[in-house]
């Protein structure tokens, strides 16, 4: 565990400001989902929960969210040395704070209080865990359909700590979906520090912001001293609180591992998505996307092949590429919407052609000496990957290249990330690595068949 004191400096948010961690990727819920799902919100001590995900809480209310928050302990060892207020004096007046900030936040949501000792949860996680089951079950709803929120389990304070730990077992062990978040991480850390780079963002509306603001106004006994006697001192700088009036909140998300989804739901889903936009992801229009299929194609070994296979070809933005480096291409997907567009960018090129498959349980006949497996392996279960990556094993052909290429962070709804799905792809393929990239956004393979010729 780290070490630090509530009295350091630490980063300033100039620094944070400057690091990139405006830009991170949005947490992909949409207020439909956000109104469909309910929340169970983990706070160790009054003030974790505004700090942490105040903002959130808000924008959850407004969504018309389910909401549950469990308040662990009532912070009574925030002044250990105050020669004025004793722990339990401090202990109501922090619960009311709590009251009167949650009751802002989300005047929907109700809570309990576990009253468990400050400083000391390590000792009472299975009283914890019990709890948080319980504020689950009450909420009746489908374990995919629960998402926890929860201090970030390395956010260095004891009692963060093991809550977080606490919450990220019961997400994993019973199919939920995680939100940590963290809070003393941002005195302690440094912007070096690549642990912030696979989080996600929510922005915050004008309102929510406010909202968030005079919730921490409620809990004036962390913000202002409670005399000015010795040990009585404020405990929550000033220069500590500015990370917390971003226009966003940041969130590490493990998105609900039960129930996900599966082929067939991708069809369905990117159908809608097509019919509604010709373009939903801006694959010809966005320079991320550009420079990513340039750096996809120039990873490719060879100039040109004679048989060529993509799988999850969307639109053709890419299939269009490949088909010039081909002597033969077919360029496979699920989505009938979007395969017509496909179809038509590949007009112009005799060799090549679109069939309207829905993987692994359709399979095009034939042997490709390239295959390519782009933004598309996280919308398969682990079961429906193996078997895909099974099929692509026995029709590749001596020598021939498989390329992956997978946005890195988390897809809401599916089982997979990129990192699994390239790591299946090595472990069941058992292929030699010819070239690796990686940067923030995604990662990029090229493996390369076992060459049987003599």
């Known amino acids: 565990m780290v070490a630090f004191s509530h009295t350091d400096t630490g980063t300033a948010e100039a620094e944070w400001a400057a690091s990139g961690v405006a830009a991170l990727p949005e947490l992909p819920l949409d207020q439909a989902e956000l109104s469909a799902s309910a929340f169970v919100v983990l706070a160790a001590h009054p003030d974790d929960e505004t700090l942490g995900a105040g903002g959130f809480l808000a924008k959850l209310h407004s969504a018309g969210a389910a909401v549950e928050i469990l308040l662990c302990t009532a912070g009574e060892a925030s002044h250990p040395d105050s020669q004025t207020t004793t722990p339990e004096q401090l202990a109501a007046v922090r619960l009311n ?5 949650v009751s802002g936040l989300a005047p929907s949501a109700r809570w309990r209080f576990l009253e468990l000792p400050d400083g000391q949860l390590k000792a009472h996680t299975g009283v914890i865990a019990k709890a948080v089951r319980g504020a689950i079950t009450s909420l009746d709803r489908p374990a995919g359909n629960v998402v926890i929120l929860a201090p970030y389990r390395s956010d260095g304070h004891t009692d963060h700590d ?10 994993a062990e019973d199919g939920h979906g995680l939100l940590e978040y963290p809070i003393w991480y941002w005195l302690w850390s440094g912007t070096d520090d690549t642990t912030w780079e696979s989080w996600v963002r929510v922005p915050l509306s004008n309102q929510e912001q406010q909202a968030k603001s005079s919730a921490m106004h409620a809990h004036a006994s962390q913000i202002q001293p409670l005399s000015s006697e010795p040990g009585d001192e404020t405990l929550l700088s000033g220069t500590f609180l500015e990370h917390f009036t971003r226009p966003w909140e940041t969130f590490a998300w493990h998105p609900s591992k039960a129930g996900g989804n599966s082929a067939a739901d991708a069809e369905r889903i990117f159908d809608e998505v097509h019919s509604r936009d010709a373009d939903p992801w801006s694959y010809t229009t966005s320079w991320y996307e550009r420079r990513k299929r340039a750096l996809t194609l120039a990873a490719l070994p060879e100039e040109s ?8 070809c969307s639109i053709g933005a890419l299939s269009e590429e490949l088909a010039q480096r081909c002597q033969r291409f077919l360029g496979v997907d699920a989505s009938s919407a979007a395969l017509a567009q496909a179809t038509e960018r590949l007009l112009p090129y005799s060799s090549a052609e679109t069939r309207h498959l829905t993987m692994p349980g359709e399979w095009p006949e034939g042997t490709f000496d390239l295959v390519v497996l782009s933004e598309t392996g996280y919308y398969l279960s682990p079961d429906e990957l193996t078997e895909l990556l099974a099929l692509i094993k026995e029709s590749t052909r001596p020598g021939g290249t498989l390329l992956l290429c997978h946005w890195r962070h988390t897809i809401s709804g ?11 792809a090595r472990s069941h393929l058992g292929w030699s690595t010819h070239g690796l990239y990686r940067e923030k956004d995604f990662i990029l393979e090229v493996l390369l068949a076992p060459d049987r010729t003599p």
């Open 97 to 101: 704070e709590f009251n009167t900030a």
């Open 162 to 171: 093991v809550l977080g730990s606490v919450a990220a077992d019961i997400a």
């Open 305 to 312: 092949y004679e048989s060529g296979l993509e799988l999850g």
């Open 414 to 424: 599916w089982q997979l990330d990129a990192e699994a799905v390239h790591s299946m």
